[in-house]
Nanobody
Framework: QVQLVESGGGLVQAGGSLRLSCAAS????????MGWFRQAPGKERELVAA????????YYAGYVKDRFTVSRDNAKNTVYLQLNSLKPEDTAIYYC?????????????????WGQGTQVTVSS
């Protein structure tokens, strides 16, 4: 079992920044690739970014366009998502998730464990 707890969400004005964190406990954190997903009201959950087990490979959704950065610190069992130049359309609940492999990270079905989510609200 892996337990994931997100933090760092909040209310920010358009153009602002937030740093989300996801702390993991349970099995060896470095054994899991990590993903960040988001879900806005009335919309399906979608991938934001993902990072491989070693941190050497990262993936981003096209709409990120260099605004967001995913990183991880395996010594601290934590994955991060830096959100810059935020837009109102980035408003959503952001979830972190853990996957046992480095492939297929764009698909939510690849992830075994999910956190409860943290709300990000961007005002215009």
């Amino acid at each position: 079992q892996v337990q994931l707890v997100e933090s760092g969400g909040g209310l920010v004005q358009a153009g602002g920044s937030l740093r989300l964190s996801c702390a993991a406990s349970g099995r060896i954190f470095s054994s899991y690739s990590m993903g960040w997903f988001r879900q806005a009201p009335g919309k399906e959950r979608e991938l934001v970014a993902a990072i491989s087990r070693s941190g050497g490979i990262t993936y981003y959704a096209g709409y990120v366009k260099d605004r967001f950065t995913v990183s991880r610190d395996n010594a601290k069992n934590t994955v991060y998502l830096q959100l810059n130049s935020l837009k109102p359309e980035d408003t959503a609940i952001y979830y972190c998730a853990a996957a046992p492999f480095d492939s297929g990270l764009g698909y939510s079905r690849s992830y075994n464990y999910w956190g409860q989510g943290t709300q990000v609200t961007v005002s215009s």
